[in-house]
């Protein structure tokens, strides 16, 4: 399939759930300014959505890069995802990056499944720097489980709880926040409440993960938490977003999935040359076709 420049729909007056097909379009784009001519270029980008993620299938991307000559490697990480790194040995004054990508959900496809060994697997039980408890932490979680709630049950507790505990304001918080910072100040953003509900689900026993990508509708780009529970032999992954206090649904598009947000922050790099380089971003998403 090629890049489908078909107009994006009106996602509001679509019932999405009750969809048999599903088709959706991304186009972001990072851009770096600087005031004087930068060397050693090292870009990491993690925009392009894995080749399947449950019901969501890949089935075309482009990544493009403009204002230098460079180079790039792809691959996959320990997680699943698809990292591309971008060199370039000089960049004039700009250079831009920018992947478009059309993706189909297949109803009845069904959840992401992993091995069942996912459900030990310390990576999604312990905690990251950006996750770790702290004493007022402990105690909530520790009155989230009190009742004998397990598995999905509690899971939908603590989402209900990180949405109640989390005002949504842009601007007070960074991606260096922690999870108990966060609860501290009780004002976040998305990232914010998937560090939380990750945080509390580790001190309950529950493996859970980061996720990063998109929401039909919002401006940037969004992060909830998928919880895994057995299932068959096997376990599933369940996706939650704390920051809206529900499950995901057909207005979210997976990117990519981490332990917290530092694994999977959709540009990171290096460069050598004087600081005060300027990033502008831009994205589109959505829906340009839906089969009942």
Do not use: K
């Not at 990576?123 to 009190?146: F, K, S, V």
């Not at 299932?231 to 995901?248: E, M, S, T």
């Not at 290096?270 to 009942?292: E, F, K, M, N």
Request: glycine content about 10%.
């Amino acid at each position: 399939m090629t890049i489908d420049r078909a107009p994006l729909l009106d996602h509001r007056g679509l019932d999405l759930e009750s969809a048999r097909r599903i088709t959706y379009r991304i186009e972001q784009s990072f851009r770096y300014d600087y005031d004087a001519p930068v060397e050693a270029v090292l870009q990491r980008l993690v925009v392009v959505p894995p080749v399947r993620h449950g019901d969501l299938h890949r089935r075309a991307h482009r990544v493009d890069v403009t204002g230098a000559a460079t180079r790039r490697e792809v691959r996959r990480d320990a997680a699943g995802n698809t990292i591309v790194r971008v060199h370039a040995a000089r960049v004039e004054r700009s250079v831009e990056f920018r992947v478009t990508a059309v993706l189909e959900r297949v109803r009845g496809d069904g959840p992401p499944v992993l091995p069942a060994a996912a459900l030990t697997d310390p990576r999604l039980l312990r905690p990251t720097r950006l996750t770790a408890a702290d004493d007022r932490l402990r105690a909530l979680a520790a009155d989230l489980a009190g009742d004998g709630a397990r598995g999905l049950d509690l899971a939908e507790r603590i989402c209900a709880e990180v949405h109640e505990a989390v005002a949504y304001e842009h601007g007070v918080t960074t991606v260096r926040t922690t999870a108990a910072e966060a609860l501290a100040g009780g004002r976040g953003v998305c990232q914010d409440t998937a560090h939380l509900m990750l945080a509390l689900c580790h001190l309950v026993g529950l493996p859970a993960r980061y996720v990063s990508g998109h929401l039909l509708g919002q401006g940037g780009t969004h992060a909830w938490v998928e919880v895994l529970v057995p299932d068959d032999g096997a376990a599933v992954a369940v996706p939650f977003d704390p920051c809206h206090g529900r499950r995901a649904d057909s207005g979210y598009v997976t990117v990519a999935t981490g332990r917290d947000y530092a694994d999977v922050a959709p540009t990171s790099g290096s460069y050598v040359g004087a600081p005060g380089g300027r990033l502008t971003t831009s994205r589109q998403v959505g829906v340009i076709a839906v089969a009942a």
